[in-house]
């Protein structure tokens, strides 16, 4: 085996990504870190995303595998040992699955050092996952499902709820900025947060801790993150991607404009929540799995997945706490959940239609 990823081209999930990495503007893992094996040729961004999806598939932390501070040394056997993995569940997509990304770390791994090799014991009475019903609901969160059923609602029909629930076309359109003042919630611990956004998909947050400001935003075009103390960075574009989702102002109104493709999955539940799913799809990206309460036809659940050299990393966002303001429905509290962590943020006060000046969302000059 060679000391690289075997074969950009044969990674199809991450063919677009890589794409990137060839031109001039963007370098390579190797160019960056010291000690580069397995994942010459992707690009540099990819290494963290890569790194942390190891993690949270072991159940580890990085210390597990680095030498704290001393990246570059290979002492440790774990990282030794993780090297032949990635070259080994590369080599098995490969040559059995096309290339594409099937077989991952947590395929074997499951958040555990060491590879589940001996199915789980019934713990409990219901029936086992293989004894379900064609009529039973999949486990949220599951793989998607096949298309609709013959009285399952059409993707259109779907949007067109969503919309209404929200109070209407016209209506959110009249939005076209929105200052929020609340709380996030992390770890057990609280701190204020403000929000802003302004249409059509410009956003900036400002968490305020007690060592300063933590800001995140998207000024419409590339996202960038801040901390006091530190130079303010421009995200890669993976993030960037994430946080463009994130600052659409009028996300109901534009999901046929940004994906090109819906497909209904299996209807699910989450909690005692009865919902429809769409499984929307842009060209070269993974898809965004989104959840519509049954009843109310609001959104209650996105699930976004990012490309690594070995993996998908999710991220899970849950709606709650809906309110109408000036007619339009929104959001009061949304949990972001990934597999190193999840944060809920609570608000307090929304306002809209405020001025807000479109420089609160650049990036400072000179960082």
Known sequence: ???????????????????????????????????????????????????????????????????????????????????KMIAMTMAINKGHFEGNLQVTCFTCHQGSTRAVGIPPVLETDAPPRGERGAGDAA???????????PQGPTPDQIIEKYVTALGGADALKKVTSRVMIGKIQTRGQESPIELLTK??????????????????????KVGWLGNTGRPAREMGTIESDA???????????????????????????????????????????????????????????????????????????DYADYREVDGVKMPFRWTLSRPNGRFTIQLSEVKQNVPVEDSRFTKPSGN
């Open 1 to 83: 085996m060679q000391n690289r990823v075997p074969g950009l081209a044969v990674v199809a999930a991450l063919t677009s990504v890589f794409a990137v990495a060839q031109t001039a503007e963007v370098k390579t893992a190797e160019q960056v870190y010291k000690n580069i094996v397995e994942l010459k040729g992707i690009p540099a961004e990819q290494v963290q995303p890569t790194m942390q999806f190891i993690a949270a598939s072991l159940g580890v932390q990085c210390n597990f595998c680095h030498v704290r501070d001393k990246d570059e040394l290979d002492d440790k056997k774990p990282k030794k040992d993780a090297r």
């Open 139 to 149: 486990p949220a969160g599951g793989a998607p499902g096949g298309g609709r059923g």
């Open 199 to 220: 249409a059509p998909n410009k956003r900036i947050s400002i968490n305020k801790t007690q060592n300063g400001e933590s800001i995140t935003a998207f000024d419409g």
């Open 243 to 317: 946080a463009g989702l994130d600052a659409e102002m009028h996300l109901a109104l534009r999901l046929k404009e940004i994906f090109r493709q819906f497909r209904p999955g299996r209807p699910e539940k989450i909690g005692d929540t009865d919902v429809v799913v769409l499984n929307a799809q842009r060209p070269n990206l993974p898809p965004v799995r989104l959840y519509f309460d049954a009843k109310t036809g609001l959104l209650v659940r996105m699930v976004r997945l990012a490309n690594t050299a070995v993996g998908r990393n999710p991220t899970q966002i």
